[in-house]
C-alpha cells in the first residue's frame, strides 16, 4: 500500500506535552484500499496529540467531502465528512492490538501509523443513505424506474405468492409420483 509513511507521527522524540499535526487525504487513500464503496475525495485531518509518559491521546478531526455512488441514481454523489474522534494509545508487548478507542503499540515503535485509523474513520462516517440532494439526480435514470401503486404492489406479491404456492404443490406432486413408481417397482 503507498500511503503507508503519510500518515505516520514520530511521536519518540516528542516530549511531554501537547502537538498538533495536519494531514491531507486525496484519492490516493482510497485507491490503495481498492474499494467501490468510496471513488475518491478530499479531506484534511487535524490531529491534536497529547503526550505522557504512559500513552498518547489523540483528538481526531476530518473534514471534507469524498465521492460515492448515489444510491438513487447510481451517479457519483459528493458526501461531506465531518468526523471528531479520540484514540488512546498505549505501549505494550502484546501489539496489532486496536479495538477503535484504544491502540496498543510496542514501546520499541518509533512511529504512529494512523493510516487505518483515518480511512476507517471516514468510512464510519458516512451516512446510511448516500444520496444527491433533492433535483440533483441523474434524470435519466430516475426516468428509468417505474413507480407503482398501493395496489399494483399488493397484487404482484400475491401474484408472486401463488406462483409459489402452485410450484410447491407441483414439486410436492412430482416427490410423491416418483416415490409411487419406486414402490410399485419393489
Known sequence: MEQIGLYKIAYKGLKV????????VDNALFEAYE??????????????????EAMLELNVTIEGEVICECDRC??????????????????????????????WI??????????????????????????????????EMLASFQ????EELEALEAQVEEEDVV??????????????AQMDKE
Open 17 to 24: 506535552g501537547s502537538y498538533d499535526f495536519d494531514f491531507k
Open 35 to 52: 474499494t467501490e464503496e468510496i471513488k475518491g475525495g478530499d479531506c484534511v485531518v487535524r490531529v491534536k496529540l497529547n503526550r505522557s
Open 74 to 103: 447510481l451517479e457519483d454523489c459528493p458526501i461531506a465528512i465531518d468526523y471528531d474522534g479520540d484514540l488512546v494509545v498505549k505501549f505494550s508487548e502484546e501489539t496489532d492490538f486496536y479495538d477503535g478507542d484504544v491502540m
Open 106 to 139: 510496542s514501546p520499541s515503535e518509533d512511529m504512529l501509523d494512523l493510516t487505518q485509523y483515518i480511512y476507517e474513520s471516514i468510512v464510519l462516517s458516512l451516512p446510511y443513505s448516500r444520496v444527491h440532494e433533492e433535483g440533483e439526480c441523474n434524470p
Open 147 to 150: 413507480e407503482i401503486s398501493e
Open 167 to 180: 410450484a410447491l404443490d407441483d414439486r410436492s406432486m412430482s416427490i410423491l409420483e416418483a416415490l409411487k
